[in-house]
């Protein structure tokens, strides 16, 4: 294809599908080029284990689908994407069998924190009725607040370190366990500034939506944002790396899904010595050790809340979750790691054989790091769900080097795109309150290492392309 057009994307991930479905819902003439035979990027599914069980390669859980205030307005359910809601959103299970779940219903979840009913009530009512708001400044880049109160007092607390927020909230030991559960979503060490923004987020997302995921695999989210594309004229070309920006058409804009590592790898574009030095000084934070699970039964976990739940987290004191986050972030490993689980099958049938069951977790471990961690997530669950090695049929295991030979955009394990610490949370790639932008005018970035970062929600393809049609196209 050696035409013209008016904008082409490179990376065809939940981000780089979004900044093209903007552009070409604006009339623009767009394709989008990825080096994959299938479009997905980290979000994409397939047979690891045994015929017939479909696990998730990368994201398993999308907290973040159904409050992304831009995949709201698609018609992804008429292009095949359905949506399971779990039960309970996600739990967390304790050493002595007891678990607390975060219902959909505040309330219902309130009424198991003892002491800490009424301030976590009032805490999560204010959030969800206040996220329409709230929203759209949380998920952009930074700038102006479009209601500056409510963002204020959601910010007072946001940017506390999880450590201090919980100890200034919550008086007993398994709220505070509960709540690191979802802000050690992060990656973060729990004692940095910012790192509660992410357990507020995810538990008002989980009131507010729930916390679904896709029917038949997370690639369903992919596909369905490709075929929306597709259905309005975009062309995707798949197995197509891109090494040399002189190797695509001739177009007014380029936006690119691809961290800055990759990004400083392709030739002919015009950054200039001073931002690749900043582009090359942006850094990734801790990788993940993944296991997918064939399993002969459902997880005989001993609350039935997990029984329940499509995400469990574990940690079974804030103590271990700390010591966890804070090793992992040093450069070391740790025996009891915090785990993240999902457990598809219990809701959704079509990924097993009949009867049978999958299962997704990771632990987050040093950047790079190779360590086999398979004993020491399965010891974790098996404190929580005793019985649950025996039901093993078989699993497949990747390390840091092995997700981002699957998919470079991870490096060495980075799920999320680069470190969301305070330094980068808001000025990812560099800082700049146009972040998408780069010298060369006709450059963009457009990936999770942009505003507002990890997780799948299109927001910064959104944001990216929106930039760019501003600057050429208006």
């Known amino acids: 294809m050696s035409k013209h057009l008016d904008a082409i994307v490179v990376g065809s991930g939940p981000n780089g599908l979004a900044a093209a479905i903007y552009l070409q819902q604006k009339g623009l003439s767009t394709a989008i080029y990825e080096q994959a035979s299938e479009v997905g990027g980290a979000c994409r599914s397939g047979e690891l284990t045994l015929p017939g069980y479909i696990h998730d390669l990368g994201s398993a859980i999308h907290p973040l689908g159904m409050a992304s ?34 219902y959909q219903d505040i309330d219902q979840t309130a009424r198991q924190l003892g002491r800490d009913q009424h301030t976590y ?41 999880v450590t201090t927020f919980s100890n200034l909230f919550f008086k007993e030991e398994k709220t505070r366990a509960f709540f690191y559960g979802a802000a050690a979503h992060s990656t973060l060490p729990l004692t940095k500034l910012a790192s509660a923004s992410f357990g507020l987020v995810l538990h008002g997302v989980a009131h507010k939506y729930g916390w679904p995921f896709p029917r038949g695999g997370a690639k369903n989210i992919a ?24 190797e695509l058409p001739r177009a007014e804009a380029y936006l690119f899904d691809l961290t800055p590592k990759q990004l400083l790898n ?28 064939a399993l002969s039964e459902p997880i005989p976990f001993l609350s ?12 079974y004191s804030t103590k271990e979750i700390e010591n966890s986050a804070r090793r992992s972030g040093k ?11 999902a457990q598809h099958t219990i809701f959704d049938s079509s990924r097993a054989p009949k009867g049978k069951h999958t299962a997704w977790a990771y632990c987050h471990v040093p950047n790079g790091d190779e360590t086999d961690m398979t004993p020491f997530i399965e010891a974790q669950i098996e404190k929580a769900a005793p019985g649950f090695k025996d039901l093993i049929l078989a699993r497949h295991t990747q390390t840091t080097s092995q997700m981002e030979a699957w998919n470079p955009n ?38 999770s290492s942009t505003p507002p970062g990890g997780g799948v929600h299109g927001m910064c393809g959104y944001n990216a392309a929106e930039k760019a049609y501003s600057d050429h196209f208006k």
């Open 69 to 102: 205030p831009f995949f709201k307005t698609l018609p992804l359910d008429e292009y095949g994407l359905e949506w399971v809601y779990p039960d309970i959103p996600f739990a967390h299970p304790f050493a002595d069998g007891s678990g607390i779940a975060a």
């Open 121 to 161: 009530f009032e805490m999560m009512n204010w959030l969800t009725e206040n996220w329409a708001d709230l929203e759209g400044d949380i998920l952009s880049p930074m700038k102006l607040p479009n209601h500056p109160i409510k963002m204020g007092r959601f910010g007072m607390s946001a940017l506390l370190p």
């Open 223 to 246: 596909e369905s944002l490709a075929a929306y594309y597709r259905s309005m004229g975009g062309i995707v070309f798949r197995d197509s790396p891109i090494q040399d920006i002189n």
């Open 266 to 293: 392709i030739k002919g574009t015009n950054f200039g010595e001073g931002y690749r030095k900043r582009l090359e000084n942006y850094k990734y934070g801790k990788g993940v050790f993944k296991i997918d699970w």
């Open 304 to 315: 039935e809340e997990c029984r329940k739940a499509g995400t469990i987290h574990f940690g």
């Open 331 to 341: 450069g070391y490993v740790t025996p009891d790691p915090y785990v993240l689980l």
């Open 410 to 447: 991870l490096v060495g394990g980075d799920i999320n795109g680069g470190l969301q610490d305070i330094s980068q949370l808001f000025t990812r790639p560099v800082a700049s309150f146009t972040p998408y932008n780069t010298p060369d005018k006709r450059v963009y970035i457009c990936s």
